[in-house]
């Protein structure tokens, strides 16, 4: 039996995960960036150096910042945030821009020297922004996740400091606590009025991106063109939805998401497939809510291991949770979705974040794919066993050998992205 303590842990990693974001977060987190370099410097800088990671390089490169008129990239992230960045709105920092303002990001794109500079960092998510108005210079450092502002300076005076650490969870709640097991006992248990809030804003945010995604024409159109080639049976709508999320989202619409593990794709990713389900099953409020509980913190569980930003492709953690969730609505007990969250592992493991782009809908469509498929196989008494690739007995094991995989043995396999997306390789 779960204590008190553990709830309330829980409860805190669902808070601090499910937030509100408008645009790719990577893009986001630099007009973030911006809008506090420009409130430190009390004016919009004259001139700006950005020095990032490689991934957060190659998350900003090919995506689409909202409210900019379809501008991309670093400098569109930089100019959106000085010019009409709210930084009190964090992760919404730019999900409000008057219409005026619009063409003014485009003015200080184009006439205010923007360096960027790829960082030589041990962290995938940094963020160094420099900027100078006539002789007053300020600095503003995010680390490690989105919002993590580490350091503050104007004019050589050290506003705030925090100590720099190495790792994607600094300044986190604490997950080592989170497993399958209490994962299942925590989402059936819990006073669902301490959840729904939450999870009522997933839903109704994620619903209404993805339907606009299949009702405009955004991205590769992947959501629409499977609808069209593939029929309306629900497997196939539930990666059509998750997909048609991400067409919009990563093409620059306007409207907000809510994010699993600092990615809007895995928040559409974990919730939509969860959601046609309910509604194809006729599930009820209730289970819904508890089945996108299972799925969040499975999502969660296994992007701790891995990091925030990765060579291996968030979308699979999500298409996993997402598998959980909707054994979950279909009956499954822990170790039916045990069984699945290990197949599904075993099917998509490996496969590759290049950045924040239109192909994410397709990768997404198959993460889902892959996380139905594993409860199907359990439901067919079919599973991948200890010692298949990197399946270890037990789902826990198993969950272990994939963030170490992406961790570990993807390290050369981002920097080689990274030389492909810059041009440094061929």
Not at 216 to 233: C, H, K, P, S, V
Not at 265 to 286: C, D, F, M, W
Not at 305 to 332: F, H
Request: aromatic fraction near 4%.
């Amino acid at each position: 039996m779960l204590t008190a303590n553990v709830y309330d842990s829980y409860i805190r990693i669902l808070e601090e995960e499910l937030q509100a974001a408008t645009g790719c977060t990577e893009p986001i987190a630099i007009a973030y960036c911006a809008a506090k370099l420009r409130a430190v410097l009390k004016n919009a800088p004259e001139r700006v150096v950005a020095e990032v990671s490689g991934n957060i390089l190659k998350n900003v490169k090919s995506v689409i910042v909202p409210n900019t008129g379809g501008r991309r990239g670093i400098p569109a992230a930089v100019a959106a945030g000085i010019v009409a960045g709210d930084a009190d709105r964090i992760l919404q920092v730019i999900s409000e821009i008057p219409e005026e303002k619009k063409p003014e990001i485009a003015v200080y794109e184009q006439n205010t020297p923007i360096e960027v500079r790829c960082s030589d960092t041990p962290r995938l998510l940094d963020i160094r922004l420099t900027g100078w108005f006539g002789t007053d210079q300020a600095v503003v450092h995010i680390a490690n996740n989105h919002s993590n502002i580490v350091y503050i300076e104007y004019n050589g005076c050290v506003l705030a400091e925090k100590p720099l650490q190495d790792s994607p969870e600094d300044s986190l709640e604490d997950k080592s606590l989170l497993n399958v097991k209490d994962i299942l006992e925590f989402a059936a248990t819990v006073d669902l009025d301490r959840v729904s809030v939450l999870l009522e804003r997933q839903i109704a945010f994620n619903s209404a991106i993805a339907g606009e995604g299949l009702k405009g024409d955004w991205g590769a159109g992947i959501g629409r063109i499977l609808l069209e080639e593939r029929g309306t049976d629900i497997q196939n709508e539930a990666k059509a939805y998750a997909a048609a999320g991400s067409d919009a989202r990563m093409s620059g619409c306007e409207m907000p998401v809510v994010i699993v593990s600092g990615s809007g794709n895995q928040g559409i990713t974990a919730s939509l497939p969860v959601i046609r389900y309910s509604l194809h099953l006729k599930a009820g409020k209730e289970k819904l809510y508890r089945a996108l509980l299972i799925s969040n913190l499975i999502t969660i569980h296994q992007k701790t291991g891995i990091g925030r930003l990765s060579a291996y492709c968030g979308a699979v953690s999500a298409g996993v949770g997402s598998g959980a969730a909707i054994a979950y609505l279909k009956g499954g007990d822990y170790k039916a979705i045990a069984h699945t969250v290990v197949n599904a592992v075993a099917i998509l493991s490996g496969t590759i974040c290049d950045g924040a782009k239109p192909s994410c809908a397709a990768k997404i469509a198959s993460a889902v794919d892959a996380g139905i498929l594993g409860y199907q196989m359990y439901c067919h008494h079919k599973q991948f066993l200890d010692g298949d690739g990197i399946v270890k007995k037990g789902v826990e094991n198993t969950i272990a050998n994939v963030g170490t995989l992406a961790r570990e043995g993807m390290k050369q396999t981002d920097r080689t992205i990274l030389d492909i997306m810059t041009g440094g390789a061929s």
